[in-house]
């Protein structure tokens, strides 16, 4: 076929434009076919492990709830695999909750509290991790670790501002410092909305202090 004058200039021009950026323009279809591929492969790859969490997670949930002679094992074995293998997923924070509750309730205290311990120190797990705190502080005033237990509370969350006041209260009151324990007290019902279930407990432990 023969084409006219313009037409063999245009095709010109677009042999040369090939000619010096064909290999840049394959090579970066290529990087972006791959990175396009590996993004959905990765996708898959976390929605595997989600997963897999979820079994532990569901499998640690069955045996706090169905109890048994070997609940506790399969509690720390679920908590534990979830711990090492899926430490950054939700599933790993709401297991170590779960699992500290359910050996708490079993009287086995030191295994809820490696789990409270363990979730404590998780700062990735910032909606988790408060509520963690706030449960090791109150086991350490079981065990009438007070220090300990008091380090626990420091720097809290705003949301649980009012909360960590109040647990902070009760272990002041239990070393016998009831002023501190007043001011404390009192810090948590500033904080606390006036529709608050926990502003009548509050309430109570001040006026018992006070002698009302």
Known sequence: MAYDLEEQEQLDAIKAWWARYGTLVVTLAAIAALAWGGWWGWKAYQTHRANQAMGYFE????????????STVRIKAAASTLRSD???TGYAA??????????EQQNDIAGAREQLEWLAGQSKQAA????????????LLDQKQYDAALAQLDNPPAAFAALYADRRGDIL????KPEDA????????????????LRQAVQLKLDALSGA
């Open 182 to 197: 007043r001011k404390a007290w009192q810090a948590a019902l500033d904080g606390l909305a006036a529709n608050d279930p």
């Open 86 to 88: 899926y430490p950054s």
């Open 128 to 139: 988790l991790q408060p509520v963690a705190r706030v449960r090791l502080a109150g086991l």
């Open 94 to 103: 709401r297991g170590a909750l779960v699992a500290a509750h359910a050996l």
């Open 59 to 70: 499998a640690l949930e069955d045996a706090a709830r169905l109890g048994g002679t070997d």
């Open 173 to 176: 009151a239990a070393q016998g």
